[in-house]
């Protein structure tokens, strides 16, 4: 005797590939923005929250803190310390300022270009102050009509050069 199997019908329903391909996309950029936040806070903190518990007196206590680091990295720690001591003095242009009296009375650009310059000498890289005519204007110690300008420094090596601009810091690699 032979038994004849029943087989039930199972209904299935159409598959709507477009609604899954949004579902799926949504899901995979929400796990790349997760992704990419938490390596800008790592990173973030790396820096920020090592450096900003340094502390230093004077101009060879910053060389101390940021040496034997690649040039972006030391670039990064320098700029992060003077961001603790600068302040824009405009009243001091032109007058030749000591670390000491740049921490107490704050500076112009050339005073910061400057500081930079000989803390990337120290650390061992290739250092060249740039200064960028930026127009004229009226001086504030006179009526008189002056030419402006721009300083800032830039570190080089083999691996890259790091622009330093005050309390901002740009860097490019080689290829």
């Not at 299935?12 to 997760?34: E, Q």
């Not at 107490?104 to 050339?110: H, P, Q, T």
Request: hydrophobic share 35%; proline share 1%; aromatic share 12%.
């Amino acid at each position: 005797m032979k038994l004849k199997r029943k087989y039930k019908k199972i209904k299935v329903k159409p598959r709507n590939d477009l609604k899954d391909g949004i579902v799926i996309g949504t899901l995979i950029t929400v796990i790349l923005a997760l992704a990419c936040f938490t390596i800008v806070v790592f990173y973030q903190d790396k820096y920020e929250g090592s450096l900003s518990e340094l502390s230093f007196e004077d101009k060879e206590d910053i060389i101390k803190n940021c040496e034997n680091l690649s040039i972006v990295e030391s670039a990064k720690c320098v700029e992060l310390q003077v961001r603790k001591i600068y302040n824009y003095n405009l009243s001091n242009v032109g007058i030749i300022l000591n670390f000491t009296e740049l921490v107490n009375v704050g500076g112009v650009c050339s005073h910061y270009a400057d500081l930079y310059c000989t803390i990337g000498e120290k650390l061992g890289f290739y250092t060249e102050d740039v200064v960028i005519d930026t127009g004229y204007g009226t001086s504030s110690k006179s009526d008189r009509r002056v030419k402006k300008a721009h300083k800032f420094c830039v570190w080089s090596n083999d691996d890259a050069y790091v622009i330093l601009d005050q309390t901002k810091t740009f860097e490019f690699k080689f290829a």
